[in-house]
């Protein structure tokens, strides 16, 4: 038994992540001589709602499936969605039945991350906004909820062990825990011995609220650190802040009246969309932690939609291999794929007879998300 309880990537790659009656299912067809050729699509919602969401955890599915004897289709990483499907695969069923649940957690969790960071992004556009999340959520996802804030397009992230797998330097200064270390009062002591200890890339970020009152901790920081101190940041609990925009526009008045306007001012601690456009004009920066990191996996599902070329489906879904389309105005439209409609068609080759036929960029998908977001007015308040 594993000291922590974490599925292998070898459970997930051989299918074993799986639900139980995906078994039964295979065993039983197996039984009766029966592997149709059918066509599966991942679906969320049937028809457009107006509400959109943002396609992120292409990537894990992409090889999760990278192997079988089926070809796959998907919109691009990045692309927002409101209905109809966001991948279609096509083959014999039993080639691919029982990796059903892993594709559909690395799509809906990713997803949902990645939409609440475009939400958290597009209310500050011009502001850094980081991802401080991945402390509320199981340690080993902790590279998806960063890899889809990226994608969301959110500026950097804070998990080391994340950024080792995406190739990212994590980024980060002090816990209120370093101050605490040093002792009521002595947080200047804890500022100095952070700039003497740290190497000098990483930028002097002060935490600024952990025994005393906002402004008299920024006063205190700037003193010790001079022209070296580039940013403060205040975590303020909640309970104790007050009018948080009144101690933050407070803070940036004394910080210019005494001649360091060119500090920067950051936030963080229960940051959402709201509090971000409530206070964007008063600050430089952002941490969203919980509001990114504990999205809603969104609902999607796999559906049969055709059978050795007729179409079907279970009731309450349609039927029929479709395509969906980003029409001019920025809609998105459903339909039949052997009708075609005006728009530029989205769903795109994934895996042709189980070869991987698309890179994979996060640069490249945030720069699509917020292109998209642009387009389709994103989100709708």
């Not at 499936?65 to 796959?72: F, N, R, S």
């Not at 994340?162 to 990212?168: D, I, N, S, W």
């Not at 040093?182 to 025994?211: H, I, S």
Request: charge should be negative; hydrophobic fraction near 40%; aromatic fraction near 6%.
């Amino acid at each position: 038994m594993s000291e922590f309880d974490i599925i292998s990537p070898e459970a997930i790659e051989s299918g074993d992540a799986t639900d139980a009656y995906f078994d039964r299912t295979t065993e039983t067809l197996s039984h009766a001589g029966r592997n149709p050729h059918v066509v599966a699509e991942v679906t969320a919602d049937q028809f457009p709602t107006g509400e959109f969401e943002l396609l992120a955890g292409l990537k894990d599915a992409a090889h999760l499936l990278e192997g079988l004897p089926i070809d796959a289709d998907a919109l691009p990483e990045g692309t927002l969605f409101d209905g109809g499907p966001v991948c279609r695969i096509e083959g014999n069923y039993l080639d691919f039945a029982r990796y059903e649940t892993a594709l559909l957690g690395f799509l809906s969790h990713a997803s949902a991350v990645a939409t609440n960071a475009l939400r958290a992004r597009r209310a500050a556009p011009e502001s850094t906004v980081l991802s401080f999340g991945t402390r509320h959520v199981h340690p080993s996802i902790g590279a998806m909820v960063e890899r889809s804030a990226l994608i969301g397009g959110l500026d950097g992230i804070s998990n080391v062990a994340a950024g080792e797998v995406l190739g990212r330097e994590a980024g980060g200064t002090m816990p209120h825990a370093l101050l605490i270390c040093f002792g009521r009062g002595n947080q200047e002591d804890a500022w100095r011995a952070f700039d003497e200890a740290v190497d000098p890339d990483v930028p002097r970020v002060t935490l600024c609220d952990t025994y005393s009152d906002e402004v008299d901790e920024v006063l205190r920081a700037v003193e010790t650190l001079g022209d070296d101190l580039d940013s403060v940041r205040l975590d303020t609990t909640g309970s104790r802040r007050g009018d948080f925009r009144h101690i933050v526009r407070e803070v940036r008045w004394e910080l210019d009246a005494r001649g360091h306007g060119d500090v920067d001012v950051f936030v963080s601690g229960g940051i959402d969309p709201a509090s971000i456009r409530h206070l964007r004009d008063t600050v430089d920066g952002f941490g969203v932690g919980g509001y990114v990191s504990n999205a809603d996996p969104i609902d999607f599902a796999l559906d049969i939609v055709e059978v050795d070329g007729e179409p079907a489906a279970k009731r309450g879904k349609l039927s029929g291999t479709k395509q969906v389309y980003r029409t001019d105005d920025g809609g998105h439209h459903v339909a039949l794929a052997d009708r075609g409609a005006d728009g530029e068609a989205l769903l795109e080759p994934l895996l042709r007879d189980g070869e991987l036929v698309r890179e994979f960029d996060i640069d490249a998908a945030a720069d699509r998300a917020l292109a998209d977001a642009a387009h389709v007015g994103f989100p709708r308040e």
